[in-house]
């Protein structure tokens, strides 16, 4: 490999910005998704797309104390209109609401890990991480939810959170033993989406608080 391609792929701004990218990219594509669900107009359509896209990262961001990644460079949000007009011309697919789900399932995964990376490089401690990556995570599909008046993901028993806090914690752990970035991401993701895609496919949920005797 060339040494200069070497070390452009083990910069960790490298690592951490195509995490965020693909987590952008990922998560606006589902807010269009939620969006072509209830018939929406394209104005709506770039809406959801946007605010599921950054809505996570922002939020980590302003909890770090760092600059607002998408207000710093507008290729973010070109990124989410980008997804939302794709997902416009699609046109109506059977299999688009399935894909909602599967797609859903990547950016879980894939920003449990930019959320934790991103907190590491402040300087976050390693609990702080995990929380980063869930909130990252997490947070742009609650208020996708919200506004398509869909049960959150949070009143939901299914594993969805639980996958991004299981991709923030194996990426800190593998990190903390001094695994490299690149290869302690990808198996982090792998984990994570393993972990959603067969809840997906059989139904697994967390168990539900006892109910105990009424008075």
């Not at 990124?79 to 997902?87: D, E, K, R, T, Y």
């Not at 599967?102 to 449990?112: C, E, I, N, P, T």
């Not at 800190?172 to 984990?191: F, I, K, N, Q, S």
């Amino acid at each position: 490999m060339d040494p200069v391609i070497g070390e452009t792929i083990r910069n960790p701004q490298t690592v951490l910005t195509a995490l965020d990218f693909a987590g952008v990219a990922v998560f606006a594509a589902t807010g269009a998704l939620a969006a072509a669900r209830e018939k929406h107009d394209l104005v709506t359509f770039a809406f959801f797309a946007a605010i599921t896209g950054v809505g996570g990262g922002t939020l980590r961001d302003l909890l770090l104390g760092l600059p607002v990644f998408w207000v710093q460079d507008w290729r973010y949000i070109a990124v989410c209109l980008a997804a939302a007009v794709g997902i416009w011309l699609l046109g109506w697919r059977d299999w688009r609401f399935r894909a909602l789900l599967w797609l859903d399932a990547v950016g879980l995964a894939a920003y449990g890990v930019m959320g934790a990376a991103k907190a590491m490089a402040a300087g976050a401690s390693p609990l702080i991480c995990i929380v980063m990556g869930t909130l990252t995570a997490c947070f742009g599909g609650v208020i996708r939810d919200l506004l398509a008046g869909q049960p959150s993901i949070l009143l939901r028993r299914e594993i969805a959170v639980s996958a991004a806090i299981l991709s923030a914690t194996v990426y800190v752990a593998l990190r903390g033993l001094e695994t490299d970035r690149w290869p302690a991401a990808a198996v982090a993701l792998a984990v994570g989406f393993a972990l959603r895609a067969a809840a997906l496919r059989w139904g697994w949920t967390l168990p539900g608080f006892p109910s105990g005797p009424r008075a």
